[in-house]
């Protein structure tokens, strides 16, 4: 896909996503939002193999969400993959409904159960290893938030993806700036980032991760055969696509009124229609 329909399958999601965290009153609204851009180049166009009959083909390339409690825009971009049927995604927010607020392997398409803030890289610089062990020419993709970079259990992960040279592994930091408590260089300082990743010895890549041709350009720029890890650095807009919520801390996990739901997809909608003409 090219960045025109990737751009138009992100505001679908986007559309999609406001409406289920609506209907469910609950959700990581802003940092689903701010990743979702991210999300849908890699399910759509970066990732391979992929196949919803076929959720464990050993040759896919794998995602762990780091930041589970953005589980939100997973579960609208695994919808959109064919992973999740509509009637399903409709349950979340309900009793019995096999989708939580973090990513549980019984949802298919979900590689791990995640959401406690820094394991995720560490899950996939496993994954990695198993690879390279196997022989496999699968990749592992890991997506974390800013705030979850307080976590040292993250630098271990990393020192490690360096150590056993793993090109096969792309870290994605969702640099929206807001962490529930505010901002992260007031919360825990973490600037910065692009130089402390360097220093662990990642392949470091910015981004415009509001942009879907900056973001296919990153993900391009990619070089699988250097022996270093990848650290792609995503400076995103909290809340981004709904213009009450952009750069706004309390949408970190906030709740739409029947008002702020119907403008927000209002306002959606203008640049769907928008990008079809």
């Given at each position: ?150 976590e040292g259990s993250i630098y271990e992960a990393a020192m490690a993806g360096h150590k056993y040279q793993l090109d096969n592994l792309v870290a994605i930091i969702d640099r929206n700036h807001l962490q529930i408590s505010g901002n992260t260089e007031d919360v825990m300082p973490i600037d910065s980032v692009k130089e402390r ?81």
């Amino acid at each position: 896909m090219n960045a025109k329909e990737l751009e138009l399958l992100a505001e679908k999601n986007r559309k999609r996503l406001v409406e289920v965290v609506y209907a469910a009153k609950a959700g990581h609204i802003g940092g689903d939002l701010s990743c979702l851009n991210v999300m849908t180049a890699l399910y759509f166009e970066v990732m391979k193999n992929l196949d919803p009959a076929h959720p464990k083909n050993p040759d896919r390339d794998r995602f762990v969400l780091s930041k589970g409690h953005c589980v939100e825009a997973l579960y609208v971009t695994l919808e959109a993959k064919g992973y999740l049927k509509p009637e399903v995604l409709d349950t979340l927010g309900k009793f019995g409904s096999i989708l939580s607020g973090h990513p549980t392997i019984e949802v298919p398409g979900i590689e791990v159960n995640s959401g406690a803030l820094g394991h995720g890289l560490s899950i996939g610089v496993g994954m990695a290893i198993a690879a390279k062990m196997d022989g496999k020419d699968y990749r592992t993709f890991v997506m974390m938030g800013d705030g979850e970079q307080g976590e040292g259990s993250i630098y271990e992960a990393a020192m490690a993806g360096h150590k056993y040279q793993l090109d096969n592994l792309v870290a994605i930091i969702d640099r929206n700036h807001l962490q529930i408590s505010g901002n992260t260089e007031d919360v825990m300082p973490i600037d910065s980032v692009k130089e402390r990743w360097g220093a662990f010895g990642w392949d470091v890549i910015e981004l415009n991760g509001d942009s879907m041709e900056d973001i296919l350009r990153a993900f391009a720029s990619i070089d699988y055969t250097n022996k270093k890890p990848h650290l792609l650095l995503s400076n995103t807009t909290k809340g981004r696509g709904v213009s009450f919520m952009e750069g706004i801390a309390k949408w970190h996990h906030g709740v739409l009124n029947e008002e702020q739901c119907r403008d927000a997809v209002a306002e959606i909608e203008k640049r769907i229609a928008a990008l079809e003409q």
